[in-house]
């Protein structure tokens, strides 16, 4: 089964907002709320940041927002700051009851 | 606070097998599962399969079904991940995460960092 795509790079300024896309189909995103979204800074273990397409963990920032329509996932990004530059996966649960993960897109806050 | 605690770095030759070690505490350890993630060097994020910790049953990727075994000793919250007949490709850093049994993991390892090389 082929990854979630991903845009490879995503960019934007401190202060703006970026949009972050997850493609898959209707056995996966399409056919589940079970989209989670995580972070991963060089040389960390990433980190919950949306599960269930647009649930917020308790101490993440209200600034990441989820969001589903159709075969995409989608994940947003508010008011940039240069922390949130990282590495952003997403994640599916699928028919197969296996979880793909997307290739992965690299923010860089400019 | 609620912790995976990992295994050091491993060296392996091709065709070895290894055993990573996921020791839990903070939380009670039956009462979610654990789902052992890999990535390779500079790639993305690779599930490899879960565990039910309460009841045992195993759920591998099609990918890894003839090679990986996935345990738990309830008595000391520990998970385990044994990898068998080591390839190049398998250097990775193993990440054991908790699963909350809705596809999704909310606490990761630090990683475990296995390298096979002759």
């Known amino acids: 089964q082929s990854a979630l795509t991903q845009p ?16 898959g189909t209707s056995s996966d995103i399409g056919g589940y709320n079970y989209v ?17 397409v ?23 990004i508010s008011g940039l ?23 992965g897109t690299k923010l860089t806050v400019l | 606070q609620v912790q995976l605690v990992q295994s050091g770095a491993e060296v392996k030759n091709p065709g070895a097998s290894v055993k990573v070690s996921c020791k839990a505490s903070g939380y ?16 993305g994020l690779e599930w490899m399969g879960g565990m039910n910790v309460k009841n045992g049953n195993t759920n591998y990727a ?6 990986v ?16 007949s080591l390839r190049s490709d398998d250097t990775a850093i193993y990440y054991c995460v908790r699963d909350t049994g809705s596809a999704y993991f ?13």
Request: proline share 4%.
């Open chain 2, 106 to 118: 909310d606490i990761w390892g630090r990683g475990t960092l296995v390298t096979v090389s002759s």
């Open chain 1, 36 to 52: 989670s979204w995580y972070r991963q800074h060089p040389g960390k273990a990433p980190k919950l940041m949306i599960s269930e």
């Open chain 1, 54 to 76: 647009s649930n917020r963990p308790s101490g993440v920032s209200n600034r990441f927002s989820g969001s589903k329509s159709g075969n995409t996932a989608s994940l947003t």
């Open chain 1, 81 to 103: 700051q240069a922390e949130d530059e990282a590495d952003y996966y997403c994640s599916s649960y699928t028919s197969s009851v296996t979880i793909i993960f997307g290739g």
């Open chain 1, 8 to 23: 490879a790079s995503v960019s934007g300024s401190p202060g703006q907002s970026i949009t972050i896309s997850c493609t």
């Open chain 2, 62 to 67: 099609q990918k890894f079904q003839d090679r």
């Open chain 2, 28 to 43: 009670t350890f039956i009462s979610y599962d654990i789902t052992w993630v890999r990535q390779a060097p500079g790639q």
């Open chain 2, 69 to 84: 075994i996935m345990t738990t000793d309830t008595s000391t919250s520990t998970a385990y991940m044994d990898l068998r």
